[in-house]
T-cell receptor, first 114, second 108 residues
């Protein structure tokens, strides 16, 4: 089954404790992206990757890191989480970007930082 | 100014009604446009791409107005299952910008 998986789905952590949210897709997609969703603000792009070893900042990259060592995986790293990073996070992938290319989203990771 | 703006609603409509709403975008060079649907904080899913000439998919019609920089979505013969938040998405180069969403509630 074609899908994007994220782990963990739910996470409660404390300020400053490094964490990684994994994202994996099995569709051989080139483009992958991370978003956070907060009430009233919609989805905001954190980082994106056009292909292996090619990553770039989105609108809200501060406090996050990513890597794209393999085509299928695009982990999101929070080196020192803070309470303002409490949010719902989505990973997404698409074959490429543009009209006619659908973004497939993972199920989301609900992160709480206390 | 936000890159993509939507009326948050909610639009409360009876079954069978027609509902329509718009989304405005700020970058005149934006290249492609989409409507996604999101159910109750689940993952968004593509509803339809929006083509320059406008396009229809069953009960859903999307229009693009480049001169005024907005896209629209019209839902005909609303069903209970159409209750969701509809996200407007704009593609600029390698970036996707999402609106905050328009909530539609269809009542029996």
């Amino acid at each position: 089954e074609a899908q994007v998986t994220q782990n963990p789905r739910y996470l409660i952590t404390v300020t400053g404790k490094k964490l990684t949210v994994t994202c994996s897709q099995n569709m051989n997609h080139e483009y992958m992206s991370w978003y956070r969703q907060d009430p009233g603000l919609g989805l905001r792009q954190i980082y994106y990757s056009m292909n292996v070893e090619v990553t770039d900042k989105g609108d809200v990259p501060e406090g996050y890191k990513v890597s794209r060592k393999e085509k299928r995986n695009f982990p999101l790293i929070l080196e020192s989480p803070s309470p303002n990073q409490t949010s719902l996070y989505f990973c997404a992938s698409s074959l490429r970007l543009g009209l006619g290319y659908e973004q497939y989203f993972g199920p989301g990771t609900r992160l709480t930082v206390t | 100014r936000k890159e993509v703006e939507q009326d948050p609603g909610p639009f409360n409509v009876p079954e069978g009604a027609t509902v329509a709403f718009n989304c405005t975008y700020s970058n005149s060079a934006s290249q492609s446009f989409f409507w996604y649907r999101q159910d109750c904080r689940k993952e968004p899913k593509l509803l339809m791409s929006v083509y320059s000439s406008g396009n229809e998919d069953g009960r859903f019609t999307a229009q693009l107005n480049r001169a005024s920089q907005y896209i629209s979505l019209l839902i005909r013969d609303s069903k209970l299952s159409d209750s969701a938040t509809y996200l407007c998405v704009v593609n600029d180069d390698y970036k996707l910008s999402f609106g905050a969403g328009t909530t539609v509630t269809v009542r029996a």
